[in-house]
C-alpha cells in the first residue's frame, strides 16, 4: 500500500519559516516527480513546489518563489519544503504528490492531473 506522510506543519508568525517533510513508503517514488499543493478555506487547491524524478527540473508558483524550496532526498525517500518568509496569505492544508511519471523536460509538474499518490495534509497556519 502506497503512503505519503506529511509532517511538519503548525503555527507560525508573519515572516517566520517552516519546514514541511512528506516521507513515502510502500513505493519507491525515485524516480517519479513530487510535489506540493495546498488548499485555502473556499478554494481551490494549487500548485506550489514540484521537482522532477531526476531532481534537475524545479518549478515554483510566482506566488513562492524566491521564499519557498523544494528538495529530495533519494535515500530516505522524502521531499521537504521549506517555507521562509511565511505570510497569512500562505495559510492552507498542505499536501504531497507523488507522480508514476519522471516529467524531467515537462511542464506536467504543475497540474495536479499527474500525480498518482496524495498524503492527507498537514495545516499551516500563520498569524499576522
Known amino acids: 500500500q502506497v503512503q505519503l506522510v506529511e509532517s511538519g506543519g503548525g503555527l507560525v508568525q508573519a515572516g517566520g519559516s517552516l519546514r514541511l517533510s512528506c516521507a513515502a513508503s510502500g513505493h519507491t517514488f525515485n524516480s517519479g516527480a513530487m510535489g506540493w499543493f495546498r488548499q485555502a478555506p473556499g478554494k481551490e487547491r494549487e500548485f506550489v513546489a514540484a521537482?522532477?524524478?531526476?531532481?534537475?527540473?524545479?518549478a515554483y508558483a510566482d506566488s513562492v518563489k524566491g521564499r519557498f524550496t523544494i528538495s529530495r532526498d533519494y535515500a530516505k525517500n522524502t521531499v521537504y519544503l521549506q517555507m521562509n518568509s511565511l505570510n497569512p496569505e500562505d495559510t492552507a492544508v498542505y499536501s504531497c504528490a507523488a507522480s508514476e511519471g519522471r516529467y524531467d523536460y515537462s511542464g506536467r509538474l504543475y497540474y495536479l492531473e499527474n500525480y498518482n499518490y496524495w498524503g492527507q495534509g498537514t495545516q499551516v497556519t500563520v498569524s499576522s
Open positions: 521537482i522532477s524524478g531526476s531532481g534537475r527540473r524545479i
